[in-house]
């Protein structure tokens, strides 16, 4: 069985820091890039970050500018973003994605069910 179990949201103050965990079972990760992705209220899902399978040459959304840091652990099977100097506009339901393309045909697309980070003062 597939799973994608996103943790390590919370209520956090402007400027203040979150880690965000994605634990994956049920495929082989080492094949996928894994990125994160986030949907604030009565706004589209947004890529936020990515990182293929072999860890090179992270992605990042422009709004990122710097602050966060996307990384992978595929002998525990994880996908990490650390998000440092959090502001309001990075409130939103956060999500992870493993994704592996075989030439352009998509192998598979799994998705969690979201770990929610609400930044305010």
């Known amino acids: 069985q597939v799973q994608l179990v996103e943790s390590g949201g919370g209520f956090v103050q402007p400027g203040e820091s979150l880690r965000l965990t994605c634990i994956t079972s049920g495929f082989d990760v080492r094949g996928a890039a894994l990125s994160w992705h986030r949907q604030a209220p009565g706004k589209e899902r947004g890529i936020v970050s990515r990182?293929?399978?072999?860890?090179?040459?992270?992605w990042y959304a422009d709004f990122v500018n710097g602050r966060f840091t996307i990384s992978r652990d595929n002998d525990l099977n994880t996908a990490y973003l650390q998000m440092n100097s959090l502001k309001p506009e990075d409130t939103a339901m956060y999500y992870c994605?493993?994704?592996?393309?075989?030439?352009?045909?998509?192998?598979?697309?799994?998705w969690g069910q979201g770990t929610q980070v609400t930044v305010s003062s």
């Open positions: 990182v293929s399978n072999i860890a090179d040459a992270p």
């Open positions: 994605n493993a994704q592996r393309k075989k030439d352009w045909t998509t192998v598979f697309d799994y």
